[in-house]
């Protein structure tokens, strides 16, 4: 049972059955809706979850959980990517090296005013290194303060550019295993940035808006 604390009213979603050593979400059906939305059943109604900000409040936590700890798993990129600064901009990247690193990117120096990115986060998209880089590096540059707000704030930079985006294609089992992890996080009803997650429809609100007496 989860409880949505930013909702006043008292309300439950019943998904999985618990027992003292762990938790399981038995999802039987789920379906994909304009590639953006999916949809399953639950026991008291429906749950329509936003695929991409559901992904985005998973790797949130996860950055979060893990950067004070041994860091994010990382992936070996098959292609290097290099990166130019200017000068202030490659002083604010050196500063970051430490804490890009805990998110899981394998960095160094190369040459002058470049950094070559030799590893990313395991679950980073191809291709969007470098602008993650260039979000974190932005708002470093903006607040030239490393604390538990910045460290926050990159996280939810990491996680919104690394996630399922809307229009992805998704597998049953992709879809499933999103779920089951949205659900293990502390707050799977918001993204970091606010947005809602989840839409649940009870069954007494379907039998409302259907007119069943």
Known sequence: KFKDNKESKDEEIILA?????????DIVDVWQIHNKYLLTEIKAGLLIIDQHVAHERVLYESAKDNINKNGLESQSLLFPQYLEFQDDEYRYIIELFPYLNKLGFRIREFGEKTIIIESSPIETPFGQEAEIINEIL????????????????????????????????????EMKHLINRLFLTKNPYYCPHGRPIIINLTEDELDERFERK
């Open 138 to 173: 932005d708002l470093y540059v903006k607040y030239n303060e490393i604390n538990s707000s910045f460290i926050e704030k990159m996280c939810a930079t990491y996680a919104c550019k690394a996630a399922i985006k809307a229009g992805e294609k998704l597998e049953t089992q």
């Open 17 to 25: 059955d618990e027992t003292e050593d762990e938790i399981y979400y």
